[in-house]
């Protein structure tokens, strides 16, 4: 008996035991699983103030932060920029914000309801632009008006409870459920984290993701965070019909587009008298419907422009076919061009004084011709492209704009947007080796022309794309210390200058060009010839393209004989 009593003493202390055991685990498992009441509030939890209107864009919350002035949200200017409106430019220097469509030229200044279309007054009712300590920003109402998006705006709820706005920009299809009884939003897909927010019964929500026991949801007042599974219904699938694009694109940017193939020539004139040469220079040329006279360049800071137009010239022209579109350039040096190209005042000047010309002289377009634009004006640049279009496509000018080869250092150009706004986008496919050319080369080889073309077709459109190629070539001069310099020199002067010193050229197949050397007093003189069959090479790589035309640089360089091989490119 003593020993069975023992027995039974040690099954209750297992028993014991194993039911502290329980009752731990059972706790621990209790107190894993039993919801927290915990709150956090709104604030705290998106680290934003009162003050400020947190956004979640298409389901994301953006670090960026909205805010509430005189009754509406505003946005940072980075943000509607960035996303929604990339042509809206600010303009620094008198304080305005500007939107340009293909035919519209709006204006907007900071802090103020009335606003100008193509110079006309108009009232908004509210400030489009406002400026708050150095930086600005735009009516959401505006951004609505002008792009198509869908925007959802919850108001402060008092004391740590900022604004939320809720855009959507992309079409998509959504899971949408509603929210059960006794539905909270976690900050975490666990009972353990805080909750955001309790939801009223029926409540829809749009279901994003998916954890384990969880759903991420983003509430209808933007609010994102977790509710459990179980807690949600009726699955639905909701679509959201939103192009999240400038309204703007959808007004064509439409173009003046030639008939025939353009075939241009550049025409450099000097003084009044050089245009009385026209009728000689055009001559021995064929198949040219386009000439553009150096005409224009910008003369001071106020956009007046110096100028040797000439009616007679024009009359000429047109008189056989021929476009008249001269070229302005920006080559004047003290000029302010940060403050041309950057404010309003100064575009409109330029423009306003490309015009006065335009009209006087019944010009066919423009050929612009800004080759020292940098880094730092590059915005206004753009800008005033802009401008000058919606001016040229009103009006019926042809707007051509010229452009180096593209390299990674003139990104800046923006050849995509001019590509949108011009009429034609000229590459100047020459210049490959250049005055200042650490070594002597062609001025246009066969691989520099490819080149050109197809690095500038990959922002530009093929039909619009002019490919300017060279009338003229260089003859290098190396001394025997390593000094090297150049001249330029027409076709023949460099076939004379072989020709005088008895040297035959070598056809070089690389570059698709004669080329010859010879010595002289110590110095070794080097030239890559341009002549008909260069220039047949080089307008054969231009036939593997349905490009808009070529261009030439300059009228009376050439040879008589190179006219037969651009007019057989003209009817290819």
């Known amino acids: 008996m003593k020993k069975r009593r023992i027995i039974t003493g040690g099954i209750l202390v297992v028993l014991i035991l194993a039911g502290f055991l329980a009752a731990f685990w059972i706790g ?9 009441k915990e709150v956090m509030s709104l604030g705290q939890y998106y680290e934003a103030g009162e003050d400020e209107v947190v956004v979640v864009l298409d389901t994301e919350l953006s670090s960026e932060r909205g805010k509430v002035l005189e009754e509406r949200v505003y946005l940072p200017l980075e943000m509607v920029q960035e996303r929604f409106l990339p042509r809206l430019y600010v303009d620094r220097y ?8 293909p035919t519209q030229v709006f204006c907007y200044p900071f802090g103020s309801t009335s606003y100008t279309v193509n110079e006309v007054s108009q009232e908004m009712g509210y400030p489009v632009a406002q400026e708050i300590e150095g930086s600005v920003w735009i009516a959401l109402d505006f951004l609505l008006q002008e792009v198509d998006l869908e925007a959802v705006f919850t108001k402060t709820g008092g004391t740590g409870f900022p604004g939320r706005l809720v855009l959507f920009t992309k079409s998509g299809e959504y899971v949408q459920k509603k929210a059960g009884r006794d539905t909270q939003v976690r900050i975490k897909p666990s009972v353990k984290s805080e909750i ?45 019909e939103f192009a999240g694009r400038p309204i703007d694109e959808r007004e064509a940017y439409t173009s003046v587009k030639q008939e025939e193939p353009i075939v241009l020539v550049w025409h450099q004139v000097f003084n009044q008298t050089a245009n009385s040469y026209l009728a000689d220079k055009l001559e021995q040329t064929e198949g040219v419907n386009v000439i553009s006279p150096t005409w224009f360049g910008i003369e001071d800071d106020s956009g007046k422009l110096t100028t040797l137009a000439n009616q007679d010239y024009v009359n000429l022209a047109h008189s056989r076919g021929i476009q008249v579109w001269p070229i302005v350039n920006d080559f004047t040096k003290g000029i302010n061009y940060d403050w041309i190209f950057g404010s309003e005042t100064g575009r409109r000047n330029l423009i306003n004084n490309l015009f006065y010309f335009i009209y006087t002289y019944d010009l066919d377009g423009i050929n612009i011709d800004f080759e020292n634009i940098t880094a730092e004006n590059c915005r206004g640049y753009i800008q005033f492209l802009r401008e000058f279009s919606v001016a040229c496509r ?54 520099w022309v490819e080149r050109g073309i197809t690095a500038t077709i990959e922002e530009v459109p093929t039909e619009k794309l002019i490919v300017g190629l060279p009338f003229y070539t260089r003859l290098w001069k190396e001394q025997e210390d390593g ?71 300059k009228l009376g360089l050439e040879r008589e004989d190179v006219w037969a091989e651009i007019q057989s490119w003209k009817e290819r």
């Open 28 to 36: 621990i498992w209790v107190e894993q699983n039993t919801p927290t």
């Open 94 to 101: 008198e304080d305005l914000v500007l939107l340009t469509t």
């Open 394 to 447: 009103n009006e019926g000018i042809v707007l051509s704009v010229d452009n180096y080869v593209p390299m990674a250092h003139t990104a800046f150009y923006d050849r995509a947007e001019q590509g949108v706004l011009a009429d034609y986008v000229m590459v100047m496919a020459y210049d490959e080796h250049y005055a200042g050319s650490p070594e002597a080369g062609s001025v246009s080889s066969r691989s």
């Open 196 to 240: 955001l927010k309790e939801l009223p019964e029926g409540e829809q929500l749009l279901v994003l993701s998916e954890e384990e026991g969880f759903d991420r949801v983003l509430t209808g007042d933007g609010i994102l965070g977790y509710v459990r599974r179980k807690h949600l219904q009726d699955d639905t699938l909701l679509q959201k």
């Open 483 to 553: 000094k090297l310099s150049s001249e330029a020199c027409s076709m023949n002067a460099g076939l004379n200058l072989l020709t005088e010193q008895k040297v035959t050229p070598a056809w070089d197949e690389e570059t698709g060009q004669y080329y010859g050397s010879y010595r002289l007093e110590g110095t070794t003189y080097r030239i890559w010839l341009e002549e008909e069959r260069s220039m047949a090479v080089k307008l054969g790589v231009v036939s593997g393209y349905p490009v808009g035309g070529v261009a030439f640089w």
